[in-house]
């Protein structure tokens, strides 16, 4: 109608330049070129960052490539494991001994005493008897020569009495008189079993064990 072509008419010459090519709007022409100028920027980043990918892609290959050849070389080249570890033997009770200080006829002597009385052949049961002696004025080794020669597994010096210069002693016996904590301590330390005795069989076991009659 007149009335549509006229508002047209309005609407071109208000926003519109016409020319050669037609009626065009700035903004609308600013607004294409902005979009195609960042369209453009866009495309050409795209390009460089999967250009970046591919290389760092491909260095990385390589690198890996030349590590594997390394570690494959190394393998080629390394010389079959032995295994020169010999199993670590437990020390004997003689070489326990024998490192404490004490000669080794005298150790093998008295190991076959306690061996005869069951008496464990520990590093802790050597340690003890020392500790104990060194505290009443004797060495490990004296200690260990008065048990062998009276035949005692273990070293209490209150089995001795009228203690010699030479570290040997005289010893004493026990007697029904005895308190009976006594005998049964002294007995469990030379190994002797109470039961089914009588008291006067235990002091006469006691005795014979110690050397006294």
């Not at 070489?95 to 069951?118: F, H, I, S, Y």
């Not at 062998?148 to 597994?153: A, G, L, Q, V």
Request: charged letters at 25%; proline letters at 2%; one cysteine or more.
């Amino acid at each position: 109608t007149e009335e549509e072509k006229t508002a047209l008419k309005t609407v071109l010459n208000e926003f519109f330049t016409e020319t050669d090519h037609g009626y065009l709007n700035d903004r609308c022409y600013q607004e294409i070129e902005k979009y195609r100028a960042n369209t453009s920027a866009k495309a050409r980043a795209g390009i460089a960052s999967a250009a970046a990918r591919k290389k760092k892609s491909t260095e990385i290959n390589m690198r890996s490539t030349s590590v594997e050849q390394d570690d494959t070389l190394c393998l080629t080249n390394q010389e079959p494991l032995t295994n020169n570890h010999k199993p670590i033997k437990d020390i004997t009770p003689q070489a326990m001994l024998e490192a404490m200080g004490v000669p080794k006829n005298l150790a093998k002597d008295w190991l076959a005493v306690r061996k005869a009385k069951k008496a464990a052949a520990t590093q802790t049961a050597f340690d003890a008897i020392k500790k104990h002696a060194e505290e009443n004025n004797y060495t490990f080794v004296q200690a260990v020569q008065i048990a062998t020669e009276n035949n005692w597994s273990g070293f209490k010096v209150n089995w001795l009495t009228n203690q010699g210069i030479n570290g040997n002693a005289q010893q004493r016996g026990v007697s029904v008189s005895t308190d009976d904590a006594q005998l049964m301590n002294m007995a469990k330390e030379l190994h002797i079993s109470t039961t089914g005795l009588s008291k006067p069989s235990l002091v006469a076991k006691l005795n014979k064990a110690i050397g006294v009659q």
